[in-house]
């Protein structure tokens, strides 16, 4: 009897799968299903279909050119194709979109898009239901009037505008067309290139940081780097030509990191504020696709936070978080609403193993930029109470979680303005201090905050030409409490000079085992090999002094 069930149970299940296949396979070809069933069927695009894309410029000098179009039709992707630089003429990006539920028989699907003078039909074999469209600006669009068009994986999705000849595409399932798109552009202007999404969107991956198996975690710093839209323009650059040619910023800055993340081979990298200069990054977005590519080829996990010059461009701190937060191997979170800046959060690094419990929590806070009182305090913003109230709350509530490690777990801190306390000139530090510390003049606390929740070391940028260490102690007792780094300037489309300051980037290499922090820097040029200023700033779990003050 039971075998009989059994037996049953199996024809079934086989009949099922049979029918849901044939199913399938029928209403992907010939869309037999109503939408309110197709859409739960496994081809269908969640979200909407791209019908129509095109263009158009306006001018200043005609009163009569409109670069919008009707907004129940047509959607405007909110990006100057010439970035707001031409004195005359704007154009725009239109798309026109559906959802899948929504087409009718006369719809049309693109499922191609291409960039060139000539017809890219011509010489190939086409489909009756299929041809290419002319657009303005050398745009090519492939049509569709197949019924399962917008199943197709072909089926466009998103559209997207990048600026620059060294634009990138790093969004899975995204593909930038490398030919610009064809305008009468001013060549000072940085090319437009238009990048299409086909198919559904990809969630990114978020790997979980995890010490190595030798119970090694190598923190990478990359400090300022200061990238812009197209390939900037170096910024007292040590020498000032590269590779027999002009200094192109960007270029050379990425070709450093390029080169330290495959010597060094990072667990982890802290982008620590000013990764984007705003006053020559119209389009923040292409200069924040061109560092995480770096990072997205070689499977590298970072975070990053703000610095002052991030926002100054097109794209405020929030709108630049949720693109960062949908970007592969980005661990970078917002943080609560309800508490000062963006990108207050933290992360945690698991022990080796297939273990669960965290070994080591890298907290990030947003710094902001210029003071909000300039007349009682000038200069730049500070940490404020309900980031201070967060990270106590946190912190406290993440200790009992803590002590199930079974060595000794550690807190670190990366923000990029740096704190008050920067400026002691009677604390020892190692490394050079070759500008004036440009920290707030108002001390809110942060400082005391760390020490209290027993965070080891607290990391900055800002300053580009120091990239020191230094030692704050208690002032009573004078044990070692907390060391406070800068992680030197590492792009060149920020200003460096102060003597031939040379580019380079701090790394933190974590032995769990001992629970020891030990920190160097790495240069662009010079002496590329060498780890300069290496020493330990905690051992055991604790704040040790330099060895000249042991």
């Known amino acids: 009897m039971t075998r009989r069930i059994v037996r049953t149970i199996s024809q079934l299940t086989a009949a099922a799968v049979f029918t849901f296949l044939i199913i399938f396979l029928l209403d992907r070809n010939f869309r037999l299903l109503p939408n309110a ?10 979200g909407s279909v791209v019908t129509d894309i095109t263009i158009t410029t306006c001018s200043k000098v005609n009163l009569f050119s409109s670069c919008r179009l009707d907004p129940e039709i047509w959607h405007r992707v909110e990006k100057n194709l010439y970035l707001d630089k031409s004195w005359v003429s704007s154009a725009y990006v239109h798309v026109q979109r ?20 000539l017809d890219p039909s011509t010489g190939v074999k086409g489909q009756a239901d299929e041809r290419w469209e002319s657009r303005p600006g050398g745009l090519w669009v492939l049509r569709s009037s197949k ?8 089926a466009v999705t998103a559209i997207d505008i990048l ?3 060294d634009a990138v595409e790093v969004r899975d399932g995204w593909q930038l067309q490398n030919t610009p798109l064809l305008l009468n552009t001013d060549h000072e202007i940085p090319s437009a290139h238009i990048t299409v999404r086909q198919g559904a969107h990809i969630e990114p991956i978020r790997p979980q940081p995890r010490v190595n198996d030798n119970g090694k975690f190598k923190i990478m710093q990359l400090a300022d780097l200061h990238l812009s839209t197209g390939v900037g323009h170096c910024r007292d650059a040590v020498p000032d030509e590269y590779e027999g040619g002009p200094c192109m910023a960007d270029l050379r800055t990425l070709d450093f990191v390029s080169r330290l993340l495959d010597e060094e081979k990072p667990d982890l990298v802290v982008l620590s504020g000013d990764q984007v200069n705003g006053d020559t990054a119209p389009d923040a977005q292409s200069a924040i696709f061109k560092y995480a590519q770096l990072l997205i080829k070689r499977k590298i996990p970072y975070v990053s936070i703000f610095g002052n010059h991030d926002d100054e461009g097109s794209l405020p701190r929030p709108g630049q978080m949720a693109l960062i937060e949908q970007l592969p191997y980005s661990l970078s979170v917002a943080g609560p609403d309800d508490i000062d800046g963006v990108g207050n959060y933290y992360i945690e690094v698991l022990a080796q193993g297939t273990s669960k419990h965290s070994a080591l929590t890298v907290y990030l806070l947003d710094s902001h930029s210029y003071s909000p009182d300039e007349r009682q305090f000038s200069g730049y913003d500070w940490i404020k109470k309900n980031q201070i109230d967060w990270f106590r709350q946190t ?44 920290a707030p003049k108002y001390n809110s606390g942060f400082r005391d905050a ?39 300037g590492a792009g060149f489309g920020g200003y460096g000079g102060y003597g031939g300051f040379v580019r380079r980037v701090r790394f933190f290499d974590i032995d769990m085992n001992e629970a020891r922090i030990s920190t160097y820097k790495r240069l662009e040029y010079g002496d590329l090999s060498g780890r300069i200023d290496q020493q330990i700033i905690v051992d055991g779990g604790s704040v040790v002094p330099p060895k000249e003050h042991q």
């Open 395 to 438: 912190s406290e509530g993440l200790k009992k979680k803590h002590k199930e490690y079974t060595h000794i777990h550690m807190d670190v801190a990366f923000i990029h303005i740096p704190l008050p306390e920067y400026r002691d000139s009677s604390s020892p530090y190692i490394g050079e201090w070759r500008e004036g510390v440009t």
């Open 147 to 154: 019924p399962t068009a917008s199943d197709s994986k072909k």
């Open 37 to 46: 069933v197709h859409e739960y069927m496994p081809s269908h695009h969640h």
């Open 163 to 165: 600026f620059g000849d």
């Open 450 to 488: 760390l020490v209290e929740q027993g965070v080891v070391m607290v990391s900055c940028g800002h300053d580009h030409a120091n990239e020191y260490c230094m030692l704050s102690s208690d002032e009573e007792s004078k044990k070692p409490e907390l060391w406070m780094c800068y992680g030197g």
């Open 98 to 117: 559906k959802k899948e539920e929504e087409l009718v028989a006369t719809d049309k699907v693109v499922v191609g898009v291409t960039v060139g003078r």
